[in-house]
């Protein structure tokens, strides 16, 4: 079973510049989140989607970070523009509710390090 | 808002040694999930406890579930190099489908 696919997995911009991260969760999976993780720091949910709706944007910077997820499928999170704090990790994860009635495991993907300068 | 937090934040141990993080949360939690990272990779999950008191065990690992759902802790039994990570927990409320990651724990195991 393939993983959760992200890209680009680097990325070095300058402040004020726009980015934009890509995600493909694994096949099946409705649910998919975006995290901020900054270096040495545990992962921040910036924004969590249902197919193609938005369940939780509580903690997304909506002044400068954007996200979407069109057809329930890949996503994009794009910052626009970008400051100095951007400079971390973000990571994709996917999880599915079994029929069975269990708790969601979320799988992550290897994550985008961005730096900006 | 809710808080989950870690101690200690880094342990360096011997190889063969134990080691023993804990997890506290601000609130009280409908289940709690456990986390590995390994040096510049990704969180891998591990292991789900949902039921209070709750403890269960992966070959070296155990983990435990508080009485009261808002603490957890995972124990490795003679660490190894292969267990060098950093571990996170990660809680979640009821209703709510969100995570909310702790600190972290560092580990360095010297051979």
């Known amino acids: 079973e393939a993983g959760v696919a992200q890209s680009p997995r680097y990325k070095i911009i300058e402040k004020r510049q726009s980015v934009a991260f890509w995600c493909n969760p694994i096949?099946?999976?409705?649910?998919l989140y975006w995290y901020q993780q900054i270096l040495g720091q545990g992962p921040k949910l910036l924004i969590q989607?249902?197919?193609?709706?938005?369940?939780?944007d509580s903690q997304l910077p909506k002044d400068r970070f954007s996200a979407e997820r069109l057809k329930g499928v890949d996503s994009t999170l794009k910052i626009q523009p970008a400051k100095l704090e951007d400079s971390a990790v973000y990571l994709c994860?996917?999880?599915?509710?079994?029929?069975?009635?269990?708790?969601?495991?979320?799988?992550f993907g290897p994550g985008t390090r961005l730096l900006v300068l | 808002g809710q808080q989950v937090m870690q101690i200690p934040q880094y342990q360096h141990v011997q190889e063969g040694e134990d080691f023993t993080t804990y997890c506290n949360s601000s609130?009280?939690?409908?289940?709690i999930q456990w986390y590995k990272q390994r040096p510049g990779g990704h969180p891998v999950f591990l292991i789900q406890?949902?039921?209070?008191?709750e403890v269960k065990k992966q070959k070296r690992l155990t983990f435990q579930f508080g009485e009261a759902k808002k603490n957890s802790s995972l124990h490795i039994t003679a660490t190894q190099t292969t267990d060098v990570g950093t571990y996170f927990c990660a809680g979640a409320t009821t209703g709510a489908n969100n995570l909310f990651f702790g600190t972290g724990t560092r580990l360095t195991v010297i051979p």
């Open positions: 609130t009280t939690l409908s289940n």
């Open positions: 994860a996917s999880s599915y509710r079994p029929g069975t009635g269990g708790l969601e495991t979320q799988y």
């Open positions: 096949s099946g999976h409705a649910t």
């Open positions: 406890l949902v039921k209070s008191g």
């Open positions: 989607f249902q197919n193609n709706g938005v369940v939780d």
